[in-house]
Structures are given as structure tokens and as C-alpha cells.
């Protein structure tokens, strides 16, 4: 059996995919990016093989992509996250019907990519400036109030009310407002419903401005938070698609575009 492998080097976490000759998830890895980024992407295929008892040779072809592809020397080709991402969501539009928009919210960004009947990229749009509609804007929320950002999702949805309006445009203003309304006796899980739709809003703007189009497709690590979730159905007013594993679409999208390179070189499988 050949394997391929996509890496998806993240700003906050390193996702492996294994994917064998027809297309199945063989096995996932997820570890933090951390400031060594050739290293610590080493040590998750190192532990990935490990699991799987799968050998580094076994691997035909590996695709790198995400924000520190340009440095993991040992994959055979890079390719940008907006083109994995689109071929990670494609493969997963099989079960979820025709997905035309794909939402994506990383640690350090949010993008959104829009496609065609054919799935292939129409238009897409990014925000790599601002932390506000980011995974990082979760992590201080959840540093601010205590908590795990795991548990982000379980907590509003314990919310009752209205969920409370954050209005600072900035992380950093917006980590003293979530200081002051807890100061004021909010609860946290009003804070927390007040953040997810704060994101949920902003990058609702940002997909208004391509036009959204069904089905929406919502992936990366915050797509796990099913309390964002559920703010990006009310603000979208349409359910959102979220693939079983979303942090790792793009990955698998790595791994699909592998295993394309690998037999448009004329390798065949059972040769
Ligand atoms: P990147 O590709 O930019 O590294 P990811 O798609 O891996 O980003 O997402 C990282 C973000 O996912 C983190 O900033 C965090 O907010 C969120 N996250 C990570 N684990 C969880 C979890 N178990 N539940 C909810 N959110 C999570």
C-alpha cells in the first residue's frame, strides 16, 4: 500500500493527514507550531508514523502547506492553504451536499473561499491583520475567564438571554472589556456567547463581501466550538456544514493534492 501526506503548518497547530490509495483517512496528527516550526513538524510525522507503524519510505508524496510550508524541507511540493483547504473541503462535499462557501477560521486568520459548480476557487477573501475574528481572540477569552478554550463551546451554550455585545474592534481593547464585564458580575458564559458572536459577526461581514452562497462549508480549529457554531448559523441565518475533524481539512486537502501529483507523474498504484 502507498500513503500520502498532507502538513498543514498552522500559526497556532501542525495537522498531519494520512490518506492511503483510495482516498481513506489512515491516521491524524495535531501538535502545537510552537517557534520551531522544521523540528516540531518533524516530531508530529515522527509521532503520526509511530501510531501507525507506517514507514517514512511508505510515504510516496507529501504536500506541505499553511503558514510555515516554505520551511518543511523534507515535503516534495508546498501548496497554499486556500487551494488545500478548497481540496480538503471538496473531498468532504460528497456527504454534505454541493458546499459553494467555505469558512475558515485559523489561529492567526479567517479567510473565506468561495467555489464554483465544478468546486473549483472562484473568489476568496482573507484577514491576516486583525486578531478580533481569530482563534486567538478564543484563546484570551478563554485565558481572561479561566477556562480551557475547549470548553468555550459547552459554556454558551449555557447561556440564557441575550448574549452580551462585545464592541472593541481590537483584542487587546476587547481583553478589558471582557475584564470590566466581569467586574460588573456578568456571567462568563454570557461573555463567552457575547465573543463567539462578536467573531461570528465579523466574519460574516467579511463573506457578505463575496456574496455567500450554499452550502457553507465552516472548518479549521475553532469550528470545533459548538458555540460558535451555533453564532455562525444565527448570523448566516442557514446552517453551516462542520466536518467531523475541522481542523484538519486542509491537511487532508495536503494529502489529496499528494496523492493527484503523485499519479500525474504516471506512478501507478499496482504497477
Ligand atoms: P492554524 O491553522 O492557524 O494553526 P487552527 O485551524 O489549527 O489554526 O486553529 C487553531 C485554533 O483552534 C486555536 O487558536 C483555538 O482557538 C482553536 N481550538 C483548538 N483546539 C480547540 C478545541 N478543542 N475546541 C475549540 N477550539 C479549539
Known amino acids: 500500500m502507498k500513503y500520502f501526506a498532507g502538513i498543514d503548518i498552522g500559526s497556532t497547530a501542525i495537522k ?4 492511503d490509495e483510495s482516498k481513506n483517512i ?7 507550531t510552537g517557534s520551531h516550526f522544521q523540528r516540531n513538524s518533524l516530531e508530529c510525522l515522527a509521532a503520526l508514523l509511530a501510531k501507525t507503524g507506517i514507514k517514512k519510505e511508505d510515504v510516496e508524496y507529501m504536500i506541505s502547506t499553511g503558514y510555515g510550508r516554505k520551511l518543511f524541507k523534507e515535503a516534495d511540493e508546498s501548496t497554499s492553504e486556500i487551494t488545500a483547504n478548497a481540496a480538503g473541503a471538496r473531498h468532504f462535499s460528497t456527504n454534505n451536499g454541493n458546499v459553494k462557501t467555505i469558512i475558515n477560521i485559523g489561529g492567526q486568520d479567517s479567510k473565506v473561499i468561495l467555489l464554483d459548480n465544478d468546486g473549483h476557487i472562484k473568489n476568496f477573501a482573507m484577514n491576516d491583520k486583525c486578531a478580533a475574528g481569530t482563534g486567538r481572540f478564543l484563546e484570551m477569552t478563554a485565558r481572561n475567564l479561566g477556562i480551557e478554550v475547549d470548553d468555550l463551546g459547552d459554556l454558551h451554550l449555557k447561556a440564557k438571554g441575550i448574549p452580551l ?3 472593541s474592534t481590537c483584542t487587546v481593547f476587547a481583553e478589558s472589556e471582557i475584564i470590566g464585564l466581569l467586574a460588573n458580575g456578568h456571567e462568563k458564559e454570557e461573555i463567552i456567547a457575547g465573543v463567539h458572536y462578536s467573531i461570528a459577526k465579523r466574519i460574516v461581514r467579511l463573506a457578505g463581501r463575496l456574496g455567500v452562497e450554499d452550502r457553507v462549508f465552516f472548518d479549521g480549529g475553532p469550528a470545533m ?12 441565518m442557514r446552517n453551516v456544514v ?3 475533524i475541522p481542523q484538519i481539512t486542509t491537511a487532508l486537502g495536503g ?9 500525474s507523474k504516471g506512478e501507478k498504484f499496482y504497477a
Open 225 to 236: 466550538n459548538k458555540g460558535l457554531v451555533a453564532a455562525m448559523d444565527d448570523e448566516l
Open 16 to 19: 498531519i493527514v494520512l490518506i
Open 165 to 167: 455585545s462585545i464592541n
Open 242 to 244: 462542520v466536518p467531523e
Open 26 to 32: 489512515v491516521a491524524h496528527q495535531t501538535s502545537p
Open 255 to 263: 494529502a489529496l493534492i499528494a496523492r493527484d501529483a503523485f499519479l
